[in-house]
Antibody
Framework: QLQLQESGPGLVKPSETLSLTCTVS??????????WGWIRQPPGKGLEWIGN???????YYNPSLTSRVTISVDTSKNQFSLKLNSVTAADTAVYYC???????????????WGQGTTVTVSS | QSALTQPPSASGSPGQSVTISCTGT?????????VSWYQQHPGKAPKLMIY???KRPSGVPDRFSGSKSGNTASLTVSGLQAEDEADYYC????????FGGGTKLTVL
């Protein structure tokens, strides 16, 4: 059974870089059938898609975050990572990683989710 | 691109049916049959309930159904049960992925 687990610091200072890793277990990240994605949810608010990555390294970002986001993949460790720089309090959220089903290059739906990790931006 | 539009709340009594709408544009919901619905209980990760407008993943009760007309997709929950009380989010492919603002479903 595929499982995803987010890890990383729970507290980040303003203007610094948020870094999170998602470890995939029970299956290979090197699959043509899936992208791997990051989604966040500010406290009391809705979901926001951050971006996806394919195992080859191709990335797709939310235009509203593209200037600050980098998603990378390490197939040897079956992990993918998120970096968000120049963070502010508005970046405080629960961050989820997810498996994204892929069909002819189209990201269709997120069928497996990690449990989420809370990141607070504060000095 | 803007987020998809959902009503903030919906409600129904046990056994009843309730429908939640998700309105987009001709560039997202209206152009692609890649609308998904997610259920989220408090403090939990979202769970995929419907994909490709009307398909149910294995294990999702057939009380949950999805449809689409034009730029608006809908999720219908029939035979409401107490455990259906949750937040529901729609999403659509649009070159990128868009989410709706979420609908809080209350079972009266």
């Amino acid at each position: 059974q595929l499982q995803l687990q987010e890890s990383g610091p729970g507290l980040v200072k303003p203007s610094e870089t948020l870094s999170l890793t998602c470890t995939v277990s029970g299956g290979s990240i090197s699959s043509n059938t899936y992208y791997w994605g990051w989604i966040r949810q500010p406290p009391g608010k809705g979901l926001e898609w951050i971006g996806n990555i394919f195992y080859s390294g191709s990335t797709y970002y939310n235009p509203s975050l593209t200037s600050r986001v980098t998603i990378s993949v390490d197939t040897s460790k079956n992990q993918f990572s998120l970096k968000l720089n120049s963070v502010t309090a508005a970046d405080t959220a629960v961050y989820y990683c997810a498996r994204v089903t892929r069909f002819f290059g189209v990201a269709r739906s997120m069928d497996v989710w990690g449990q989420g990790t809370t990141v607070t931006v504060s000095s | 691109q803007s987020a998809l539009t959902q009503p903030p709340s919906a409600s129904g009594s046990p056994g009843q049916s309730v429908t939640i709408s998700c309105t987009g544009t001709s560039s997202d919901v209206g152009s692609y049959n890649y609308v998904s619905w997610y259920q989220q209980h408090p403090g939990k990760a979202p769970k995929l309930m419907i994909y490709e407008v009307s398909k149910r993943p294995s294990g999702v009760p057939d009380r949950f159904s999805g449809s689409k007309s034009g730029n608006t997709a809908s999720l219908t929950v029939s035979g409401l049960q107490a455990e259906d009380e949750a937040d529901y989010y729609c999403s659509s492919y649009a070159g990128i992925l868009l989410f709706g603002g979420g609908t809080k479903l209350t079972v009266l």
